[in-house]
């Protein structure tokens, strides 16, 4: 179910961070998860603070990705917000990059914040063994 979603449109994939870097990490996330998707999932749930349930529907849902997953619930244990909260988030505007979801919840790109979901990624491709995307 997930990597034929992720296959048909792993090309046009832009999360729109703010941060290149990230950017890149999301796809390849997204790509890791298609191949993957149980490794996924266990992995936002456990180092990420969500339950695999709601990894799993965040997935099933319209227009959400691995990447999305991924970084919105980093985003929320970088933050003082909940994964939930930053779903919602997305959801008022879901057409605006990660961001303006960011900047919405009082959290600016290259700061505290995001120093620590890239932290997050990190040690998500530790876990996973897998060669970070060149910085």
């Known amino acids: 179910m997930l990597s034929a979603r992720v296959d048909a449109a792993a090309d046009d994939y832009q999360p729109r961070t703010g941060d290149a870097w990230i950017d890149r ?9 298609a191949r993957y998707p149980d490794s996924f999932v266990d992995e936002v749930s456990r180092y990420l603070g969500v339950s695999r349930g709601y990894a799993q529907a965040l997935l099933a849902q319209p227009g959400w990705r691995a990447g999305d997953v991924h970084f919105a619930c980093a985003l929320a244990k970088a933050s003082a917000h909940s994964c939930r909260e930053v779903v919602q988030a997305r959801a008022k505007d879901y057409e605006a990059g990660w961001r303006d979801v960011a900047k919405a919840l009082d959290v600016r790109p290259g700061f505290g914040e995001y120093k620590r979901v890239r932290e997050a990624i990190r040690a998500s491709y530790a876990h996973w063994a897998r060669p970070l995307p060149e910085e």
Request: avoid cysteine; charge should be negative.
């Open 25 to 33: 990490a999301l796809r390849d996330i997204d790509d890791y998860a």
